[in-house]
Nanobody, 128 residues
Framework: QLQLVESGGGLVQSGGSLRLSCAGSGGGLYNWIVAWFRQAPGKEREGVGCISRTGGRTFYAGAVKGRFTISRDNVRRTVHLDMNHLYPNDSAVYYC?????????????????????WGQGTQVTVSS
């Protein structure tokens, strides 16, 4: 079973940048699509974006498109979420998730209940 561990969260000022990482172990990450989700206090968990197995395709939610970038290094079994121009409403716990069956597409972020593996989450706080 693939295990995921997020890192890189922290406190950043509005307008700043942060890089999150998702490290996979227990299996070849190249067989899995990876997505990022986030959950703010009192809100439902929402999709941020996903990346295909090879890294050749990405998809982003409208709220982060143009500001966030997902990349992956299958040799190092790591997926990154680069977040730029952060706003206070980007504050949330960020989770990475992986799945062996799905494709990364416009529909993927609405299917979070189907993801096979989840990390424990990392807190991102953006101060105003």
């Amino acid at each position: 079973q693939l295990q995921l561990v997020e890192s890189g969260g922290g406190l950043v000022q509005s307008g700043g940048s942060l890089r999150l990482s998702c490290a996979g172990s227990g299996g070849g990450l190249y067989n899995w699509i990876v997505a990022w989700f986030r959950q703010a206090p009192g809100k439902e968990r929402e999709g941020v974006g996903c990346i295909s197995r090879t890294g050749g395709r990405t998809f982003y939610a409208g709220a982060v498109k143009g500001r966030f970038t997902i990349s992956r290094d299958n040799v190092r079994r790591t997926v990154h979420l680069d977040m730029n121009h952060l706003y206070p409403n980007d504050s949330a716990v960020y989770y990475c998730a992986a799945d062996r069956q799905m494709l990364c597409s416009v529909l993927t972020l609405d299917r979070q209940h189907e993801f096979d593996s989840w990390g424990q989450g990392t807190q991102v706080t953006v101060s105003s």
